[in-house]
């Protein structure tokens, strides 16, 4: 299963040494990532669950998706999310995957960046913090972002419409606005 998924994703970037998959619901699949693709360096980028919906709600995915568009099946969503990658956490080895919390990896671009190329096995290079200056294709719904500087406006960026997100808040089952604000 490995050697085929392999195959199929190098005719995107046939000379590349290491190819990069994003997709929101891999999720699912790092136990069977970790066992047909063992060399295969399973990143988990943790984000203020306000903040993730309101990012989902506020853009047009390709494909199938549909959970990302109304409120009350995105919260469900992300709550089975959470549940999974908790027991991921609990059966998968250690190494398997490395998380990051994206709050972090703003505030410390260069620190979150140096242990994700460690963890991946690679050279760092001063590069890694000129990432928007690449020239390479980008194909996602944050084509526009890849290609600027790290900006920290994202962070916290729910907070701006308090109660008008109660509906979410609700479904994420966050019931006081207060101690959300003040987790974040």
């Avoid at 290491?18 to 980028?45: D, M, Q, S, Y």
């Avoid at 990658?85 to 140096?114: F, I």
């Avoid at 200056?133 to 944050?142: C, D, G, K, P």
Wanted: aromatic fraction near 10%.
């Amino acid at each position: 299963m490995g050697v085929r998924y392999l195959a199929s994703i190098s005719k995107y970037a046939p000379r590349a040494a290491r190819i990069v998959n994003k997709l929101p619901t891999n999720f699912r699949f790092a136990g069977l990532i970790a066992i047909a693709l063992p060399n295969a360096r399973i990143i988990h980028v943790r984000r203020d669950p306000v903040d993730t919906c309101l990012s989902c709600l506020s853009k047009i995915f390709r494909g199938d998706l549909l959970f990302a568009y109304d409120v009350g099946e995105l919260a469900r969503y992300y709550r089975a999310y959470e549940e999974l990658m908790r027991h991921w956490r609990e059966v998968l080895p250690s190494a398997t995957m490395l998380e990051v919390d994206y709050e972090n990896l703003v505030g410390d671009l260069e620190g979150q960046s140096r242990r994700l190329i460690e963890y991946c096995g690679l050279e760092w290079s001063p590069k890694c913090l000129s990432f928007h200056t690449t020239r390479r294709v980008v194909l996602t719904a944050s084509a526009a972002q890849v290609r600027q500087p790290i900006y920290r406006s994202s962070v916290g960026r729910w907070h701006a419409y308090g109660e008008a997100l109660r509906p979410l808040l609700d479904a994420l089952e966050i019931n006081d606005l207060k101690k959300a604000i003040e987790r974040t």
